[in-house]
């Protein structure tokens, strides 16, 4: 069988916005200069008419190894020609499972799912039938995906600060969102005083405590360790569990994630994203004791396309792939570093208010504070209009970077596409 490098032909399509809301398929992807892609490979996207684009956005994530990495499509490619679905258990799914389990520290057990909001959505079903509680506290402006009733308060909403600072009613993201606000409740990150106060009020109420233990979805900010770790003890005193979603951090950081990094130990954790290389993939790894609803057959998860064998031979591909190199991560810090370097370098030389958070592959950039800001409400006065047309003017020298100015690298970009980025940033930076 061969398989064909050659780009398909451009088929002749109408203009997105006739068919497709907004003429993209997600918020996330809306922006305000429309390009479409025809075909992409390693670190670049290329155009109908076969512009080359470097790609920062990597699929909002997942691209870690960057587009169509050729272990990864072999494998994709070997599985389709041997099995779909089978409405049973395949070897292989046991074999990555198993595999994960090895990795991750707090699974004893994975449960796949597609995409990282139905993770999210059994994590959470998971903790209250377990706990028999109802409460879920969540963190201003981290994301758990865009279903109801996690998707409030989330990246993108200003918080309700007519409210107590320590625990906040959920503000909705989107109109015709369900939320009860006896069943979620807002808390700052990093405030471990406001946290403590809560569980002294709240504390057998609480099923879960859900965050992003490196919030990247709004700051790319760096965790402490005291604060991961004060969670914890937290969550276990009061007979609560803790949830990381580890969808981005997972496998960009480290093969066990965030919680291995940083030796905190969470009941759950969702993943998603990089471990499935652009393949629709994503699980619940998860304590056999945080498991109990599931083991009694109170909790069951659905989804018919559970660990869907293109998703898991992806998956078992990029594992191999990521162990297969003893400096993936070192690499991938060099390339990331010399990135941040190189945006704060122009700003320095333009004397303007640009500044950046990085954690590892994933670099936040903020407009108009005087430094790079070390939590939400800092964050918040970022002059998010200008970094959106910062980073819509260089979709016009050849790069593409999400619009809200979050940076993704992957093992395959060089220090040459680097320096394509600084030099469009630069030349966007002027036309601002
Ligand atoms: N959690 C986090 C931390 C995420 O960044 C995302 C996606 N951006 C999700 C959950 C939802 O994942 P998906 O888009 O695959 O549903």
């Not at 002059?383 to 970077?401: K, P, S």
Request: include cysteine.
């Amino acid at each position: 069988m061969t398989h064909s490098s050659e780009p398909s032909s451009p088929a002749i399509a109408p203009p997105p916005e006739s068919v497709l809301p907004h003429g993209v398929s997600s918020y996330a992807r809306h922006r305000s200069h429309q390009v479409t892609f025809e075909r992409t490979e390693g670190a670049y996207l290329f155009d109908a008419s076969n512009n080359r684009h470097v790609d920062f956005a990597l699929g909002l994530g997942p691209l870690l190894l960057g587009h169509r990495p050729p272990r990864v499509t072999e494998a994709v490619h070997q599985v389709i020609d041997q099995v779909d679905l089978t409405a049973g258990v395949t070897n292989i799914e046991v074999e990555f499972a198993a595999s994960l389990v090895d990795l991750i520290p707090c699974a004893d057990k994975i449960l796949f799912q597609s995409s990282g909001s139905e993770a999210v959505h059994l994590a959470l079903r998971i903790a209250r039938a377990t706990t028999g509680r109802k409460l879920v506290v969540k963190f201003e402006g981290h994301y758990h995906g865009w279903l109801d009733p996690i998707f409030a308060s989330a990246p993108g909403v200003l918080p309700d600060t007519s409210q107590s600072s320590t625990a906040r009613p959920p503000v909705p993201n989107v109109q015709g969102e369900k939320i009860r606000d006896d069943e979620l409740v807002v808390v700052d990150w990093g405030d471990i005083d406001a946290l403590q106060e809560l569980f002294a009020q709240h504390g057998d109420a609480i099923a879960a405590v859900i965050m992003e233990p490196v919030p990247y979805n709004f700051g790319a900010f760096a965790p402490s360790h005291e604060y991961l770790s004060a969670t914890r003890d937290l969550c276990t005193r009061n007979g609560s569990l803790l949830v990381f979603d580890e969808v981005v951090s997972g496998f960009r950081l480290g093969l066990g994630g965030a919680q291995h990094i940083f030796d905190v130990t969470p009941d759950i954790a969702v993943f998603g994203k990089a471990i499935g290389a652009g393949f629709p993939l994503a699980f619940v790894a998860a304590s056999d004791a945080s498991l109990a609803s599931v083991s009694s057959n109170v909790v069951r998860q659905g989804g018919t396309y559970n660990a869907h064998p293109i998703g898991v031979a992806a998956g078992l591909a990029t594992l191999e792939v990521i162990k297969a190199d003893p400096d993936f991560y070192a690499s991938l810090e060099h390339i990331s570093a010399l990135m941040q370097a190189g945006i704060e370098r122009i700003a320095a030389k333009h004397n303007v208010p640009l500044t950046v958070n990085r954690f590892g592959s994933v670099l936040q950039t903020f407009w108009g504070l005087e430094s790079p800001p070390q939590n939400y409400q800092e964050a918040l006065r970022s002059d998010t209009a200008t970094i959106q047309r910062l980073f819509e003017g260089v979709t016009a020298h050849g790069v593409y970077i999400p619009q809200r100015g979050l940076i993704y690298l992957s093992s395959v970009h060089q220090p040459t596409d680097v320096q394509v980025a600084i030099d469009a940033i630069e030349a966007s930076l002027q036309a601002l």
